[in-house]
Nanobody, 123 residues
Framework: VQLQAYGGGLVQAGGSLRLSCAAS???????ASWFRQAPGKEREFVAA????????NYAERVKGRFTIYRDNARNSAYLQMNSLKPEDTAVYYC??????????????????WGQGTLVTVSS
C-alpha cells in the first residue's frame, strides 16, 4: 500500500490544521497511525486508529487536542489538530501496518509510510 500525506502548513499557536493520508494500491492494514519528527529529535508516536472498529489511542501530549479518524469510502485517514502549540512543529508521517493494540505506538509495527508533511506552529 502506498500512502500520501498532505495538509501541513504554517499556523499560529492556538490554530488548527487537518492532515490527510490517502492510501492507494490497497486498503489500510489493521492500524493507521500518525508519527512526527521534530528537528534534531527522534520520531515519536502521535495517534493510531484500528481500521475496523475505530478504536483510537493517543500520545499523552496530544490527548484532548488531536483527533484521528478514518473514512473507509475514501480509503483515507485524518489527523485533526486543534489548539496547536509551537512544540507541535514537526514533520508528520502517516503509516499503516498489522500492529496490535499494545504495539500500536511503536514505529516498528508499521510497514508502509507516507512521505511526511511539515507542520510549523509559530508563537
Amino acid at each position: 500500500v502506498q500512502l500520501q500525506a498532505y495538509g501541513g502548513g504554517l499556523v499560529q499557536a492556538g490554530g488548527s490544521l487537518r492532515l490527510s493520508c490517502a492510501a492507494s494500491g490497497r486498503t489500510f492494514r489493521r492500524y493507521a497511525s500518525w508519527f512526527r519528527q521534530a528537528p534534531g529529535k527522534e520520531r515519536e508516536f502521535v495517534a493510531a486508529i484500528r481500521w475496523n472498529g475505530g478504536t483510537t489511542n493517543y500520545a499523552e501530549r496530544v490527548k484532548g487536542r488531536f483527533t484521528i479518524y478514518r473514512d473507509n469510502a475514501r480509503n483515507s485517514a485524518y489527523l485533526q489538530m486543534n489548539s496547536l502549540k509551537p512544540e507541535d512543529t514537526a514533520v508528520y508521517y502517516c503509516a499503516t501496518g498489522d500492529a496490535i493494540s499494545s504495539s500500536s505506538h511503536y514505529a516498528e509495527s508499521y510497514t508502509s509510510w507516507g512521505q511526511g508533511t511539515l507542520v510549523t506552529v509559530s508563537s
